[in-house]
């Protein structure tokens, strides 16, 4: 099968557009990775043509033999659907984990996303932590967000707790909550190792004054969690930006919202908070 027929392929390149449209991958910005079904492979393998063994930066063992279809360094998200062979590439993983090899796409030169190690490293925890059945890793510059690490304390609970009382279906979107990473020099092993340490626990974290991660099992539940975080994030700047909250949702009610959806929410992101009444400034 041609590798752009690949129902994988125009899934990853509709997700890419759909990230452009949204305005969250100005210029280069943002990454995407999908790990590869075996079966998925075995349909385009007349298709691929390997390259030379290059270091991956990291060891990622848990991952090895894999196949990964990635957005390319430097590359535009804007161009993933008008020129795809450009734009990605598929790598395979050595059976050490500490090399890659191209072995489609790229067509006129260039390299995996810089964010290669975040990626992989995030997709070896992920995969071990959900039995297989997470394959997506997303990385974007969502504005609110990104604004709300300038003004939040940079802390788990509180971005947590403050979406979650932003959108009564974020308790049920991210029961795990979301983790933050204070701001670091991007595309290495560090910020790789952080953000996985954190992707043990959570399937979003956040990237201060930079950007957001997302795990999923499939393009439209990280998509559906990436948008869901970023209109949590605009609603917040919104409400911060009259003057702060009035009302909010109790820490009860988001406990009883988590329980009547079957999930299960750590009991620090939906505690009592003591200060926070009517008429109160933010309570953070
Ligand atoms: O330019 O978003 O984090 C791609 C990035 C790096
Ligand atoms: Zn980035």
Not at 22 to 40: P, T
Not at 66 to 74: N, P, Q, R
Not at 248 to 256: A, E, H, N, Q, V
Request: charged share 25%; net charge negative; glycine share 10%.
């Amino acid at each position: 099968m041609n590798v752009l027929k690949a129902p994988f392929v125009q899934g990853f390149i509709r997700m890419a557009d759909d990230g452009w449209q949204q305005g969250w991958h100005e210029r280069n910005g943002g990454n995407l990775s999908y790990r590869i079904r075996e079966e998925e492979i075995q349909e385009i393998r007349e298709s691929l043509h390997p390259g030379e063994w290059r270091e991956i930066g990291t060891e990622v063992p848990g991952l090895s033999g894999e196949y990964f279809l990635v957005t390319g360094s430097g590359k535009f998200f804007r161009n993933a659907s008008l020129d795809p062979e450009d734009a990605l590439t598929i790598v395979e993983i050595d059976e050490t984990g500490t090399q890659y090899r191209i072995v489609w796409g790229l067509v006129n030169g260039g390299r995996p996303t810089s964010e290669l190690p975040t990626h992989l490293m995030n997709h070896e925890v992920k995969k071990a932590a959900s039995h297989g059945r997470h394959r997506v890793i997303y990385h974007a510059h969502p504005t609110n967000i990104v604004a709300l690490t300038f003004v939040l304390p940079l802390d788990d609970v509180t971005f947590t707790r403050e979406l979650f009382e932003m959108e009564t279906e974020c308790p049920i979107v991210f029961p795990a909550g979301i983790g933050v990473v204070p701001w670091m020099i991007p595309g290495g092993r560090e910020i790789a190792v952080e953000t996985s340490k954190l992707m043990q626990e959570h399937d979003v974290a956040v990237w201060a004054h930079h950007g957001l991660f997302c795990s999923g099992e499939d393009f439209d539940l990280t998509f559906g969690l990436m948008h869901t975080v970023e209109k949590a994030a605009e609603i917040l700047v919104k409400v911060l930006s009259m003057g702060g909250k009035r009302q909010t949702i109790p820490g009860d009610g988001l406990r009883d919202v988590s329980r009547a959806f079957g999930v299960s929410v750590p009991e620090k992101y939906v505690l009592e908070k003591s200060k926070e009444k009517a008429g109160d400034s933010p309570a953070f």
